[in-house]
C-alpha cells in the first residue's frame, strides 16, 4: 500500500512538473506574441501622432495629441525660432533679438534706482524699481522693465538683509519666468532663473530647453530623425517629429506623457495576462518606463534597431504564479491526496481484517484446545471412577458413596460446561430466549452461594453471603436460571483466580433505580489493558494463560450478553495482585 502510495505521489510530481513545463513554454510563447502587438501598437500610435504634426497638430483629439498639455511641447522649428503650437508654455525665444530697441524712459528708470541702490538707499532704490516696473514690456538692458525691476528688487532685498521680501521677490521673480509672462531671450531667461533659483528645473523649461537643442540641431542642419530620444540630467524626453527637416513640427514629451498617452494604449493589450511593459534606452539600456530589469526574469525583447522605436520593448511576466495553473495544480494535488489517502485506508481496512481474521482463528484454535481439556479431566474422572465401581473394587461403602458423589459432581460440572456453551451459542446466534419473572435479588444470591458452596465442599476459600438484608427486599425482572448462571461464573472466576484461602465477598445493593450484585476476590486482579477484551468471547487473560488456569474464555462474554439482555450491565473494578470486583447492574422492579 505504502508503495503504491509512493507511486501515486511519485506520478502526482512528474505530471506537476509537466504542467509546469507547459506552462513556461506557453508564457514564452504568450510573451513573444504579446511583444510584438505591444511594438505594432505603439508604432501605429507614433505614426499616428507623426501624421497629426504633420497636418493639424494639436487639435488632433483622436490621436492623443489633445492629452498633450504640461508634460508636452508641440514647437514648429524655423530658420526664424521656435513657435509653440500646443502644449507647455515655451519659456523664452532661442533667439537673441541683435538690437533690442531699449526703451529711454525705463532704461533712466533703471540707472536712477541703480543709482540710490549703489548708495545704499534702499528704501529709494526700491521705490525707483516698482516705477520702473510699470514700464511692462518695454525693453531696458535686454529684458522687459517688468522683469528687469524684479531683479533689481531681489538684489536691493538681499542687500538690505530682508530675506524674507527677497524670498518673496525671488518666487514672483520664478514664477512671471515660468508663466512666461513677458518675452524673453534664452540668455536673459537662463540670466534671471538663476536669480531667482531655488527651486528644481521645472517641467516648462525641460521642455522649452529641449526645444531650443532642437531648433538648434535644425539650424545645423542635423537631420531630423522621426522619432528618437533627448537625454537630459532629468531623464530622457521622446522627440517625434513631422515635415521637412528645415522646419518641422517637433513633439517633445516628457515619460509621464508618454506611459499616459503611449504605454496605456498597450495596457488593454497586457491587461489579466500576467505580464507587464517596459521601454529601456537603447543608449545606455536604463529603463525608462515600467521597473528595471532583474536577474532571472523571463521576458521577451524587441531591440529598437528592429522595431524602428525610439526604445528596447520588453513583455516581461509578472512573478508569482499564473492563477489557472495553480488551480489545476490544487485540483491535481488534492485529487492525488484523495487518492493516496483511499489507498490508505483501504490498505489500514485490508491490515485490520487480516489481524483480526488471525486472532480470531488464535483464539477459536485456543478455544478448541481449552475446551477439549475442560471435556477431557472431568471425563477421565468418570471413566476412571466407573471402572473402579464395575469391577466392584471398592473397599467400603463409604468409599463407594464418595465415588458416586464424585461421579455426580464431575457429571453436573460437564452438565454446566455444555449448558454454557449451547447458551453461548444461542446468545451468539440472537436465539436466546429468557422467561422474565419478578427475582428477589437477595434470596436469588443466597441461594446460589449456598448450592455453590455445596458444589464445592472441598474449597479452601472462604465464601461470604451478603451480611444485612435489605428491606424492602430489592427485586428484578429477569430469568432467574440465566441471572443463577451469571452469578455462577463469576463465583467460579473469583475462586479460579484467587490464590487458595482467599475471602470472595458477595453482596446486594440498591443504587438508585438499580439493583447491584457485586463478586470481590482477593485475587491475581486483571491488568488496566485486558479489563474491557476480558468481555469479548474466547479471550483469556495473561493470568489464565500464564497460569494454566482451566477456562474457555467465554464466560465473562456470555455473562455480560446475559446482563445486557436484561437491560443492565456488568462491569470490573480491579488492582493487580489485589483483587476484583465484578457487579452486575440490573434496573430494579417496581413491586
Ligand atoms: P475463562 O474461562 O478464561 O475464565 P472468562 O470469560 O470467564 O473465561 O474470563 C475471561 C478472562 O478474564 C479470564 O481468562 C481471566 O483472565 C479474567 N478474569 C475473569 N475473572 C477474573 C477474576 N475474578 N480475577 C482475575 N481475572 C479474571
Same mark, same amino acid.
Given at each position: 500500500?505504502?508503495?503504491?502510495?509512493?507511486?501515486?505521489?511519485? %506520478?502526482?510530481? !512528474? *505530471?506537476?512538473?509537466?504542467?509546469?513545463? +507547459?506552462?513556461? &513554454?506557453? /508564457?514564452? @510563447?504568450?510573451?513573444?506574441? =504579446?511583444?510584438?502587438?505591444?511594438?505594432?501598437? %505603439?508604432?501605429? !500610435? *507614433?505614426?499616428?501622432?507623426?501624421?497629426? +504634426?504633420?497636418? &493639424?497638430? /494639436?487639435? @488632433?483629439?483622436?490621436?492623443? =495629441?489633445?492629452?498633450?498639455?504640461?508634460?508636452?511641447?508641440?514647437? !514648429? *522649428?524655423?530658420?526664424?525660432?521656435?513657435?509653440?503650437?500646443?502644449?507647455?508654455?515655451?519659456?523664452?525665444?532661442?533667439?537673441?533679438?541683435?538690437?533690442?530697441?531699449?526703451?529711454?524712459?525705463?532704461?533712466?528708470?533703471?540707472?536712477?534706482?541703480?543709482?540710490?541702490?549703489?548708495?545704499?538707499?534702499?528704501?529709494?532704490?526700491?521705490?525707483?524699481?516698482?516705477?520702473?516696473?510699470?514700464?511692462?514690456?518695454?525693453?531696458?538692458?535686454?529684458?522687459?522693465?517688468?522683469?528687469?525691476?524684479?531683479?533689481?528688487?531681489?538684489?536691493?532685498?538681499?542687500?538690505?538683509?530682508?530675506?524674507?521680501?527677497?524670498?518673496?521677490?525671488?518666487?514672483?521673480?520664478?514664477?512671471?519666468?515660468?508663466?512666461?509672462?513677458?518675452?524673453?531671450?534664452?540668455?536673459?531667461?537662463?540670466?534671471?532663473?538663476?536669480?531667482?533659483?531655488?527651486?528644481?528645473?521645472?517641467?516648462?523649461?525641460?521642455?522649452?530647453?529641449?526645444?531650443?537643442?532642437?531648433?538648434?540641431?535644425?539650424?545645423?542642419?542635423?537631420?531630423?530623425?522621426?522619432?528618437?530620444?533627448?537625454?537630459?540630467?532629468?531623464?530622457?524626453?521622446?522627440?517625434?517629429?513631422?515635415?521637412?527637416?528645415?522646419?518641422?513640427?517637433?513633439?517633445?514629451?516628457?515619460?509621464?506623457?508618454?506611459?499616459?498617452?503611449?504605454?496605456?494604449?498597450?495596457?488593454?493589450?497586457?491587461?489579466?495576462?500576467?505580464?507587464?511593459?517596459?521601454?529601456?534606452?537603447?543608449?545606455?539600456?536604463?529603463?525608462?518606463?515600467?521597473?528595471?530589469?532583474?536577474?532571472?526574469?523571463?521576458?521577451?525583447?524587441?531591440?529598437?534597431?528592429?522595431?524602428?522605436?525610439?526604445?528596447?520593448?520588453?513583455?516581461?511576466?509578472?512573478?508569482?504564479?499564473?492563477?489557472?495553473?495553480?488551480?489545476?495544480?490544487?485540483?491535481?494535488?488534492?485529487?492525488?491526496?484523495?487518492?493516496?489517502?483511499?489507498?490508505?485506508?483501504?490498505?489500514?481496512?485490508?491490515?485490520?481484517?487480516?489481524?483480526?481474521?488471525?486472532?480470531?482463528?488464535?483464539?477459536?484454535?485456543?478455544?478448541?484446545?481449552?475446551?477439549?481439556?475442560?471435556?477431557?479431566?472431568?471425563?477421565?474422572?468418570?471413566?476412571?471412577?466407573?471402572?473402579?465401581?464395575?469391577?466392584?473394587?471398592?473397599?467400603?461403602?463409604?468409599?463407594?458413596?464418595?465415588?458416586?458423589?464424585?461421579?455426580?459432581?464431575?457429571?453436573?460440572?460437564?452438565?454446566?460446561?455444555?449448558?454454557?456453551?449451547?447458551?453461548?451459542?444461542?446468545?451468539?446466534?440472537?436465539?436466546?430466549?429468557?422467561?422474565?419473572?419478578?427475582?428477589?435479588?437477595?434470596?436469588?444470591?443466597?441461594?446460589?452461594?449456598?448450592?455453590?458452596?455445596?458444589?464445592?465442599?472441598?474449597?479452601?476459600?472462604?465464601?461470604?453471603?451478603?451480611?444485612?438484608?435489605?428491606?424492602?427486599?430489592?427485586?428484578?425482572?429477569?430469568?432467574?436460571?440465566?441471572?443463577?448462571?451469571?452469578?455462577?461464573?463469576?463465583?467460579?472466576?473469583?475462586?479460579?483466580?484467587?490464590?487458595?484461602?482467599?475471602?470472595?465477598?458477595?453482596?446486594?445493593?440498591?443504587?438508585?433505580?438499580?439493583?447491584?450484585?457485586?463478586?470481590?476476590?482477593?485475587?491475581?486482579?486483571?491488568?488496566?489493558?485486558?479489563?474491557?477484551?476480558?468481555?469479548?468471547?474466547?479471550?483469556?487473560?495473561?493470568?489464565?494463560?500464564?497460569?494454566?488456569?482451566?477456562?474457555?474464555?467465554?464466560?465473562?462474554?456470555?455473562?455480560?450478553?446475559?446482563?445486557?439482555?436484561?437491560?443492565?450491565?456488568?462491569?470490573?473494578?480491579?488492582?493487580?495482585?489485589?483483587?476484583?470486583?465484578?457487579?452486575?447492574?440490573?434496573?430494579?422492579?417496581?413491586?
Amino acid at each position: 500500500m505504502v508503495a503504491l502510495a509512493a507511486t501515486l505521489g511519485w %506520478l502526482g510530481r !512528474r *505530471l506537476i512538473e509537466n504542467e509546469n513545463d +507547459l506552462a513556461r &513554454s506557453r /508564457a514564452t @510563447d504568450l510573451r513573444e506574441t =504579446l511583444a510584438d502587438r505591444a511594438v505594432a501598437v %505603439l508604432q501605429q !500610435r *507614433l505614426a499616428d501622432w507623426r501624421q497629426a +504634426l504633420g497636418s &493639424s497638430p /494639436a487639435s @488632433d483629439s483622436e490621436t492623443g =495629441l489633445a492629452g498633450c498639455r504640461d508634460d508636452c511641447i508641440v514647437v !514648429r *522649428l524655423s530658420a526664424d525660432g521656435v513657435r509653440r503650437l500646443a502644449g507647455s508654455p515655451l519659456l523664452y525665444s532661442p533667439t537673441e533679438s541683435e538690437n533690442p530697441v531699449s526703451d529711454r524712459f525705463a532704461t533712466a528708470m533703471l540707472q536712477s534706482a541703480g543709482l540710490e541702490h549703489s548708495r545704499g538707499r534702499y528704501r529709494e532704490a526700491l521705490a525707483g524699481y516698482d516705477r520702473l516696473e510699470s514700464r511692462g514690456a518695454a525693453v531696458t538692458a535686454g529684458m522687459p522693465a517688468a522683469l528687469a525691476a524684479r531683479a533689481g528688487r531681489l538684489v536691493v532685498h538681499q542687500r538690505a538683509g530682508d530675506i524674507e521680501s527677497g524670498l518673496a521677490e525671488a518666487r514672483a521673480l520664478a514664477r512671471d519666468l515660468e508663466a512666461a509672462r513677458w518675452p524673453v531671450s534664452y540668455s536673459t531667461f537662463k540670466y534671471l532663473v538663476a536669480q531667482a533659483r531655488e527651486r528644481h528645473v521645472s517641467t516648462a523649461e525641460r521642455l522649452s530647453d529641449a526645444a531650443t537643442r532642437l531648433w538648434d540641431a535644425s539650424n545645423r542642419d542635423a537631420p531630423a530623425t522621426p522619432l528618437t530620444t533627448l537625454d537630459t540630467p532629468e531623464g530622457p524626453l521622446l522627440v517625434v517629429t513631422a515635415g521637412a527637416s528645415s522646419k518641422h513640427v517637433a513633439l517633445i514629451a516628457t515619460s509621464t506623457f508618454v506611459e499616459r498617452e503611449l504605454v496605456a494604449t498597450v495596457s488593454g493589450l497586457l491587461e489579466g495576462r500576467g505580464v507587464r511593459l517596459a521601454l529601456d534606452s537603447p543608449k545606455d539600456g536604463r529603463t525608462l518606463v515600467g521597473s528595471s530589469r532583474s536577474a532571472g526574469e523571463r521576458q521577451a525583447m524587441r531591440l529598437a534597431v528592429e522595431t524602428g522605436l525610439p526604445w528596447n520593448v520588453r513583455i516581461v511576466s509578472i512573478d508569482g504564479e499564473d492563477p489557472l495553473l495553480a488551480r489545476r495544480r490544487a485540483t491535481l494535488m488534492a485529487g492525488l491526496g484523495v487518492l493516496i489517502l483511499f489507498v490508505l485506508t483501504g490498505g489500514w481496512f485490508v491490515g485490520r481484517g487480516v489481524t483480526r481474521e488471525l486472532e480470531v482463528a488464535r483464539l477459536k484454535s485456543e478455544f478448541v484446545a481449552a475446551v477439549s481439556h475442560e471435556f477431557r479431566t472431568p471425563l477421565t474422572t468418570i471413566v476412571q471412577l466407573s471402572e473402579l465401581l464395575r469391577g466392584g473394587r471398592v473397599a467400603g461403602e463409604a468409599d463407594r458413596q464418595a465415588y458416586y458423589d464424585l461421579l455426580h459432581g464431575e457429571g453436573t460440572r460437564l452438565r454446566r460446561l455444555v449448558e454454557r456453551l449451547l447458551n453461548f451459542g444461542r446468545i451468539e446466534s440472537g436465539q436466546a430466549e429468557y422467561r422474565l419473572v419478578s427475582v428477589d435479588v437477595s434470596e436469588l444470591v443466597r441461594s446460589c452461594v449456598d448450592e455453590f458452596r455445596a458444589a464445592r465442599v472441598s474449597s479452601p476459600h472462604e465464601l461470604a453471603q451478603p451480611d444485612e438484608a435489605i428491606e424492602p427486599p430489592p427485586s428484578v425482572r429477569a430469568d432467574r436460571e440465566a441471572l443463577g448462571t451469571v452469578l455462577w461464573n463469576l463465583l467460579e472466576n473469583a475462586l479460579k483466580y484467587s490464590p487458595d484461602g482467599g475471602r470472595i465477598d458477595v453482596s446486594v445493593h440498591r443504587a438508585g433505580e438499580n439493583v447491584e450484585i457485586r463478586v470481590s476476590d482477593q485475587g491475581v486482579g486483571i491488568p488496566e489493558a485486558e479489563r474491557h477484551r476480558i468481555f469479548e468471547p474466547f479471550v483469556r487473560g495473561a493470568a489464565a494463560r500464564d497460569r494454566q488456569i482451566r477456562g474457555t474464555g467465554v464466560g465473562l462474554s456470555l455473562a455480560r450478553a446475559i446482563v445486557r439482555s436484561h437491560g443492565g450491565d456488568l462491569t470490573v473494578d480491579s488492582v493487580v495482585d489485589r483483587g476484583s470486583t465484578f457487579t452486575v447492574r440490573l434496573p430494579g422492579a417496581t413491586v
